[in-house]
Structures are given as C-alpha cells and as structure tokens.
C-alpha cells in the first residue's frame, strides 16, 4: 500500500550525464531522473489503456444518437456495466484522423499518427509513454505494456516510434513485482544492466563513425536508431535505481499461467487482477493492455455459449447468427471489465476507492470490424476523477478528435501539457472532479 513519505531515489542523475563512446559526448535532455527527490502524492492518479483490436459490434456498444447527456439509455453492450453507470462516460462519434488501414490502425490507438498503414509509417509517443515521461521514474516500473497472447502490444510507444515488447505471462508480471531475488541475483542483474549500458556506449560510436560513411535519408535512420538508444539508457538508469529498492508485499498467492488458448476471457480477467495489484501497490501507474484475438482462426470460449468459428473470423460475419454468437464473446469482455470496475472500487487507498483514482481508457481501433472500418470509434472513459454518468455523442459522419481525450487525460494526470498530437484543446463535455 501507499504510505505518505517522502519518496527518494537512490541516486538523481547528473545534469552533466552524456553517452561517451569512442571520443563522442552524446549529453542527454533534461529527464525526470535528473530532478530532486520530493514527496509522493498520497494516492496519485493512475492510468490503463484497454485496446480490443477485434472490436465491437457498434450495433450493441453505442447508446442511440440521440439518447445523450446523463439520462441515457444503456446500450447492450453497456448493461453489463450498469452497476457503475456513473462511473464511466461512452463516447459515440470520435474518431483519429489519419488513422486508417483497419487493423493496422491498432498502432496508432494510442499515439493518433496518421497513416500506419503506409510503408513509410513512423509512429510517435503514445499516452501511455507521454505520462510515463513525468511520472514514471516514481515507481518500479514507469509503464506496465500487457498483451493476453504473447504477440507484442502495438500500444505503448516510444518518442522514438519503438514499440515496447508486452508481458503477456501473469506469473512473471507477479515475479516482477514482488519476488525478491538473491542477493547474488540482485548482483547480477546490476552487472546486466552495466553490461547494457557499455553495449549502447560502443553502439553510439559506431554509428557516429558511420554517419560519416552514407547518404542523407541513411543518416536520418541512423538518427531515429540513436534516439532509440537515448531512450534505452535512460530505461536502464532507472532499472539500476530500483534494483536494489524492497518491493512491496502482498497476500496475493502467484498465479498460475492460462495455457488454454481458447480461454482468452479467463487470460483477460486474469491480466486485469495483477493491473489492480500493480495499482495498489503502486508499482506503476501506468499500464496498457493488448487484447488480440491470437491466430485467425483462434476460438474465444465463453462458458454457457456455443461457440463456433474463430473470434477474427466473427468480426467478419454479417450474418444474424454469427453476430449473436460475436456478441457472446463481447458481452463476456464486458463483464470482466465489470468485474475490474469493481475490484477497483472496492480496494481503498490513502482513504479513497481505487477506481476514483483511476482513468480506464477501453476502446478499439475498429469502428466496424467486419468492413475494416476506423471511423466512430466504440471508446468509453471510467474513473479517474471526471464528472461521469454521461453519454457524450458526437457526428458519426464528420468525427470528433479523440486526440482532445488524450490530452484532457493527461490534465487529469497532472500534467499541464498545452497539445498531444493532433488535439485542438480538451474533451467537450468531460470535466474533472
């Protein structure tokens, strides 16, 4: 649990710090590593990111256009979360512009750059990586990118355009937080760390030796790659902090593996579990999670429900049948956000319950996944200490920039920050408590 003390670092990095290699002086910006210690929030926002590559069926999700504001209708999908209708907002009739290629669109959910489709795509800082910029060195870990299949995130984003490898096995992300290693262990993973940094030191140099050797457009590549570089070394610094910092306790048992392919809704409500022990802790306050279908033809069991072909396969079915079998899988999804809405808010700390704390962003990247579809995208907002209990609808022709979400979200964490991406100021109608 959060205590009200002063937080400190073992070791703020000096302002003087720079990658040296090979005769180069590489001297870094200004990082949050390198600020003083100072007192932590006794219960600090915090943030998840819940993406649902394969969609949902709009026809269930949205509440009827012209049923908005607070006394709205829920809509299907939305009757599962009736226990904390004034907990969460849904958004109709917003959108990313730029973002298209249909699932390709997955790698833009987050950061809103445009075109991910084209070959020449670069993507930019997603949300999640924006807030973990001022406020991730606070905790063990500054983000936490999850995914149920092992099949990478597509969400959590580096200045640099890298995407973030994703934890998809519970066990290690439990390990992770609260396991404590030998003290040879520990040892060895500062030797690791040591080890990885005079790796990116001689990784510098040889491509400043190179930049001598190729051509303008290789020269910029070989930019974005140091970039790249800068951002490992400030990661690495911040593991070397931590390595040797107590981890929390918790009654928690670790969790078994869910081997089971087809038991994605078990993987979901599992992953969603170690998000609120992650949370209460305060081991990050920042996590993303990927939620992919695994192979095409991958079944979703759901307990009670026939279920036939394979979830990506659904999502392109028209036929009435397969809908009503799609939406036995999206109703399941549903529930088990119900069931973290109110493990949330039913864990108090510094005083308030979990979930009021919290901003859970839950949407996808498809606004019809059968038709491959970016446009009026199905996204809700819970927690988090906003003005809730709303239907906030927009044109579902001519869309509204979600990017004014993002940036009221990152308000929200305290972070004052004038534009993310291609916002033209904060959410219509979502205000802060």
């Known amino acids: 649990m959060i205590k009200d003390t002063f937080w400190i670092r073992p070791k703020a990095l000096s302002r003087r710090t720079a990658l040296k290699a090979a005769g180069v002086s590489l001297a870094l910006p200004f990082l949050e590593s390198m600020a003083a210690p100072g007192k932590a929030p006794k219960n600090p926002y915090r943030m998840l990111s819940v993406l649902c590559e394969m969609g949902y069926t709009s026809d ?22 009736k ?24 790698k833009s959910f987050l950061s809103c750059a445009t075109n991910p ?10 949300l999640d990586q924006k807030m973990a910029q001022k406020v991730g060195h606070l905790t063990r870990f500054p983000t936490l990118p999850l995914s149920i299949t092992g099949k990478g995130s597509m969400m959590a984003i580096l200045d640099s355009g890298v995407t973030l490898p994703a934890i998809s096995h519970p066990s290690e992300l439990y390990k992770m937080m609260f396991i404590e290693g030998k003290q040879s262990s520990i040892e060895a993973r500062v030797n690791d760390i040591e080890r990885g940094k005079s790796i990116l030191d001689v990784v510098t140099g040889e491509t ?3 930049n001598r050797k190729i ?31 107590t981890k929390p306790k918790t009654k928690a048992k670790q969790p078994k593996d869910i081997t089971d392919r087809s038991a994605l809704g078990m993987k979901i409500r599992l992953m969603y579990k170690m998000v609120k022990l992650a949370f209460e802790t305060d081991s ?23 279920i036939t072909d394979g979830w990506h396969p659904l999502t392109h079915a028209f036929k009435d049948n397969k809908k009503k079998i799609l939406k036995n899988i999206d109703d399941d999804l549903f529930k088990a956000f119900a069931g973290l809405l109110k493990d949330l808010k039913s864990t108090k700390v510094g005083g308030e319950d979990l979930l009021s704390k919290t901003m859970i962003l839950n949407g996808s990247n498809l606004g019809h996944a059968g038709r491959h579809s970016n446009d009026n995208l199905p ?15 927009f044109d579902r022709k001519n869309n509204y920039n979600q990017a004014n979400l993002y940036l009221s979200m990152l308000h929200r964490m305290g972070i004052n920050e004038s534009k993310f991406a291609s916002s033209s100021g904060t959410m219509k109608g979502l205000e802060l408590i």
């Open 60 to 81: 269930y999700f949205f509440p009827d256009a012209k049923d908005t504001g607070k006394n709205y209708k829920l809509s299907p999908y939305l009757q599962n979360l």
């Open 215 to 245: 051509s303008k457009n290789d020269r910029q590549k070989v930019d974005e790659f140091l970039v790249s570089v800068r951002e490992a070394e400030k990661h690495l610094q911040i593991q070397k902090d931590w390595v040797h910092q």
């Open 83 to 106: 226990d904390f209708k004034n907990d969460f907002t849904v958004f109709s009739g917003i959108s990313i512009p730029g973002a298209n290629g249909g699932h390709s669109a997955s």
């Open 117 to 126: 489709a084209a070959s020449s795509f670069k993507n930019t800082i997603s």
């Open 208 to 210: 400043q030796k190179l």
């Open 284 to 306: 990050t306050r920042i996590a993303t999670l990927y939620l992919d279908g695994g192979d095409f033809g991958n079944i979703y069991n759901v307990p009670g429900a026939k």
């Open 379 to 393: 996204v809700l907002l819970a927690g988090g200490g906003f003005k809730h209990g709303q239907h906030l609808a």
